[in-house]
């Protein structure tokens, strides 16, 4: 099955581990071929589940000792396992594997994998032979980001320092805004640091480059009878916004595309050689007029220099229609955004804000609302229209809104979405389970706004993420107590979703987001939290109380751009 091989692998190349494990699984099964068993365990492990890539891989490491692939796979997942738990017996699991490979290849990045579990496992003097013997196989002259890399690590592991921060400069000078590979570099370091003494001088050459959440206004709309921000006074506020930018070295930046503040964020950015994260709404098409186009074309052609520019995700490909609360989801999803990404590289993101002084006074609205969605408030940046606008109020007096009405033969309101169910359990114990869920929604706080049940599955949507995270615990407890922990199977997503009244059903839920949902479900692995990027964004403005892990993308069917997917738990 060479075709499938191939395919499996251009599905995990691109990240879409989630369909390449459901296509591996199909054919492990009937294929004798090594090959397929590697990309199976590796999909596995890439969706978040190394454990159960681990205790599929073992028995065929076991059976094909000497083969590279499996050692280099195997040895990944036992250091990804390690890395999770902090268990030292995984640490030594993965330095064997690796040097077991590096002995029979010779490959630099075995090897250097090998060395720092060995350093990791308290073993300096066999991780300085490795280090000390990659040092002879490495080109000095290499102009090979990876290469330089691994000679910088090994010079480090060897203890010569002095060289180890010549090369570490060398690295960081070929990768030039690479963050990616910055960042890879850094956690490196930030591991190692932990069992061997990394100078600060090290951790600073790649100091990961500080993360920007933006919201702002848009410049006034023609029919607003207070002004805020004048088009007046753009090029104002712009060279505010880029000294702000400049003074906290923002080099990654999440925003929406609005004329005003969001396009000048974004320019401000570019022009600082950052990187720049576009989040919308709806279509695009509906996104231009509702919030570019009627600040002038100039604006429009602003916006499409930076959306060709810069990579542009769309919470969802649906249109607009009035409601205003797909705004509010997109602000959340940008500061979770931001907040992973500095997770990521332990790090507290910047929000920076243009936001009215007289909005920022009043003691409830869309404003205050939005900042206390930010969960680092020590870190916010605010700069005032009002400092630089001539006609600005000092009273409190109310701006007529800018809003278009919805469309009132519609009802489709953003919900939190769950669909779960038990797909191993013996069926009479499947209605036990049911009956007890069902008798704990009914007494749940808040209850949700629709429910239906679709053959062995539990769909409900929620108007707010607290509910759906509440029946999240129901499930998982009522299972516990059939001590099958492993058997519940939950996915999770948020989106505009279509609600119609049914005569004997209540509110029935139907649209794109739940058929998305429905994809996700079907790729999940059981015992398993999976949810798109959306729900993970906003869950993600509580790290403390939850993991999230990447897992993987697919392509919706129809749709026009690939759905993240990420692992989700609770850590309290």
Request: glycine share 6%; hydrophobic share 40%; with cysteine.
């Amino acid at each position: 099955m060479p075709e499938l091989s191939d395919a499996l692998e251009t599905l995990i190349n691109q990240g879409r581990y989630f369909e390449a494990r459901s296509k591996a699984a199909e054919m492990i099964n009937d294929s004798t071929s090594i090959r397929s068993k590697q990309l199976y365990a590796l999909a596995v492990s890439k969706c978040g589940l190394p454990e159960a890539a681990m205790q599929f891989l073992e028995p065929i490491y076991k059976q094909f000792p000497d083969d590279p692939e499996t050692a280099g796979i195997l040895g990944g997942i036992y250091k990804e396992i390690f890395i999770k738990t902090k268990d030292q017996r995984y640490a030594i699991l993965s330095k064997d594997t690796y040097f077991k490979n590096f002995t029979a290849t010779k490959s630099y990045y075995t090897g250097i994998n090998a060395a720092t579990m060995s350093a990791i496992s308290g073993q300096s003097k066999q991780a300085q032979l490795i280090a000390a013997e990659l040092l002879v196989l490495l080109d000095p002259t290499s102009q090979d980001f990876w290469q330089t890399a691994t000679r910088a690590e090994a010079l480090l592991i060897s203890k010569d320092r002095v060289k180890a921060k010549e090369v570490y400069l060398q690295a960081r000078n070929l990768v030039g805004t690479d963050w990616g590979k910055i960042n890879s570099i850094y956690n490196q370091l930030w591991l190692l640091n932990h069992y061997l003494a990394v100078p600060n001088e090290l951790l600073k050459i790649f100091k990961p480059p500080v993360i920007a959440a933006f919201v702002g206004h848009m410049i006034d709309h023609p029919t607003r009878t207070q002004s805020r921000f004048p088009a007046s006074i753009e090029h104002k506020v712009k060279e505010a916004l880029s000294n702000s930018i400049t003074a906290i070295n923002a080099k990654i930046g999440y925003c929406s595309l609005a004329c005003g503040g969001d396009i000048l964020f974004a320019e401000a950015m570019l022009e600082t050689g950052g990187e720049v994260n576009i989040y919308l709404p709806f279509l695009k098409s509906d996104f231009l007029d509702a919030s570019v186009r009627f600040a002038g074309e100039q604006w429009v052609e602003r916006f499409e220099q930076l959306s060709n520019r810069f990579p542009v995700n769309y919470i969802t490909h649906e249109s607009y229609e009035g409601y205003s609360d797909l705004f509010f989801l997109q602000t959340g999803i940008i500061f979770g955004a931001a907040a992973m990404r500095g997770n990521a590289t332990h790090t507290k993101p910047h929000l920076v804000t243009i936001l009215s002084g007289l909005d920022l006074k009043r003691k409830e609205g869309g404003t205050l609302d939005t900042l206390q969605l930010w969960p680092y408030p020590e870190t916010i940046l605010n700069i005032n229209p009002d400092n630089f606008n001539p006609t600005s109020q000092s009273n409190n007096s109310q701006a007529s809104p800018v809003s278009i009405e919805p469309d009132k033969e519609k009802n489709r309101p953003v919900l939190y979405l769950i669909m779960a169910d038990f797909p191993n359990l013996p069926q009479a114990e499947k209605e036990i389970l049911w009956k007890s869920v069902q008798a704990k929604i009914e007494i749940q706080s808040p209850l949700p706004r629709a429910l239906t049940w679709q053959g062995d599955h539990l769909l409900a949507a929620y108007v707010a993420q607290e509910g759906t995270v509440a029946l999240c615990h129901i499930l998982i407890d009522l299972v516990s107590r059939f001590h099958k922990k492993d058997q519940v199977r939950i996915s999770l997503h948020v989106g505009p979703v279509q609600v119609t009244q049914q005569e004997t059903l209540g509110e029935k839920i139907a649209g794109n987001q739940v058929k998305i949902l429905s994809q996700i479900h079907q790729l999940a692995a059981g015992g398993e939290m999976y949810a798109s990027s959306q729900y993970s964004m906003e869950l993600a403005l509580d790290l403390e109380n939850y993991s999230i892990d990447y897992a993987g993308k697919f392509l919706p069917d129809g749709g026009p751009q690939s759905q993240e997917i990420f692992k989700i738990g609770f850590t309290k």
